[in-house]
């Protein structure tokens, strides 16, 4: 039976990274992130979502994903309400995507949120990935081209390293690609050999 590598960690410690390398190494990957975004975008959660958080996060019917950051980021009953729209949206989708992997030994689902989703709760291992605050917030702000505040805002929301550890298998110390690269590997061996 296939098992299900939980890949977890907070904003900017680097999990897409660790999730490219599972890629390389030929096992499939679920992004939870990415899959939710496409999911967004179909009729029935847009529905919800307008219901819920009025019309004005919508653009000539389209989702507008800024808008809705805005209003539930830094409001933890209205990411709550979002989650619970969105996340059972996404738990039938992952089901189905292992139905069809289901002939390789591994496949790993990527979610920052696996812990407050609840989908943890799936997966055989869990692996957390951490990295350095301040290498955090420097990629962050970086890649989304955004100010410190916002990024230590959306920290805030998250699960501290230290309670994702606790629920973990393993713990990846994301410091650089190359001494990443060897934990991954060092936890897939261990897994095989399970």
Known sequence: MT????????????????AEYFKSLGIPVYIADKEA???????????ALSNEFGKEILENGILNR??????VFNDSKKLQKLNSIVHPEVKKH???WVEKH?????????AAILFESG???????????????????????KRDKTDR?????????????????????????NLSVESTKKQVDEILKKLKNQ
């Open 94 to 96: 992952f089901e189905n």
């Open 102 to 110: 289901k002939n390789y030994p591994f496949v790993v689902k990527e």
């Open 37 to 47: 975004r496409q999911l967004m975008t179909s009729d029935n959660i847009i529905n």
């Open 3 to 18: 098992k299900i590598i939980g890949l977890t960690g907070g904003i900017g410690t680097g999990k897409t990274m660790v």
């Open 66 to 71: 800024e808008k809705l950051a805005k209003l």
């Open 149 to 173: 505040e916002s990024v230590l805002k959306r920290i805030e929301n998250q699960w501290t390293d230290e309670q994702r550890i606790t629920k973990s298998n393993y713990v990846i110390h």
């Open 119 to 141: 989908s943890y709760k799936y997966c055989d291992t869990i692996i957390t990935v951490t990295a350095p605050l301040e290498t955090r917030l420097q990629r962050v702000m």
